[in-house]
Structures are given as structure tokens and as C-alpha cells.
């Protein structure tokens, strides 16, 4: 049997990202975006929803996201969906699916002369197609 492992969003980011490092000095980063919604009920009425979605990226791609977005920023992101599971401080298991980001492009009007240095910090386009050939663990 085949499988296939593919996320693709547009939306923005809702938290400031944070970047932390792995003990083998690889660049992590975490954030959220939102992805919205909208469509004409059945009465004619407007209506929309908001799907809030955990995401992570590694290296050269989470120092590039980290420069260059923030809170509020729209982006597409690229990804696979993954499945972290952990236990609590009160011994209860959590669990949660968050997209690690592959692949993003930085999105709407902004400053031409900030997404210039972006393209030249992250050595691609807008998107980052480097890709770290070390597997991450997950969290």
C-alpha cells in the first residue's frame, strides 16, 4: 500500500515565532497560523470558521522564518503532518498532530526591499527548498 504525507496552508501566523536549538545546534522553530474559512449557508447567511493549526520548521528554514515573520504576517507553508505525543507533569498523556513546514512563501504587499533580503538570506525564492537531510526527532 501506498502512503502519502502532504500539507499545503494559507494563512497567518497568530504568535510570535519562537527559535530554539536542538543539542546538535540545529535551528528549531515553532509557531501557529490560522487558516480561515468562509462560505454562504444554506439561508443566505455569511458564514466562516477558523482553524488554528500548530507548525515547525528546522533549520536554515526556521532561522529564515523566524528573521523575517511575525505575528499577524501572512505565509504558505508546505509540510507533513506529524504526531506528537508526550506525558504531563500530572502523569496524564497529551498528544496533538503539528505541521512541520518543508517548503513556505512569504505572502502579500509588503516591503520589497525586506523580501529581497529575505531571498538572499534563505539562498532561494521565497520559498526555502533547502531541506535538511537529518532526520528530526519528534516532540
Given amino acids: 500500500m501506498s502512503n502519502y504525507n502532504k500539507i499545503m496552508l494559507m494563512g497567518n501566523i497568530t504568535r510570535d515565532l519562537q527559535l530554539s536549538y536542538l543539542p546538535s545546534q540545529t535551528a528549531v522553530v515553532e509557531f501557529g497560523i490560522a487558516v480561515n474559512r468562509t462560505w454562504t449557508g444554506k439561508d443566505g447567511a455569511k458564514k466562516e470558521e477558523v482553524c488554528f493549526v500548530d507548525c515547525r ?45 518543508e517548503n513556505f512563501q512569504f505572502l502579500g504587499q509588503g516591503d520589497k526591499n525586506e523580501q529581497a533580503k529575505a ?15 537529518e ?3 519528534p516532540f
Fill in 57 to 101: 520548521a528546522f533549520g536554515k528554514t526556521a532561522e529564515t522564518m523566524n528573521k523575517y515573520l511575525s505575528k499577524g504576517k501572512p505565509v504558505f507553508i508546505e509540510g507533513r503532518l506529524t504526531f506528537d505525543s508526550w506525558t504531563a507533569q500530572d502523569g496524564s498523556k497529551r498528544s496533538k498532530h503539528c505541521v512541520t513546514v
Fill in 119 to 133: 531571498q538572499g538570506a534563505s539562498g532561494a525564492s521565497y520559498n526555502d527548498d533547502s531541506r535538511d537531510t
Fill in 135 to 137: 532526520d528530526h526527532p
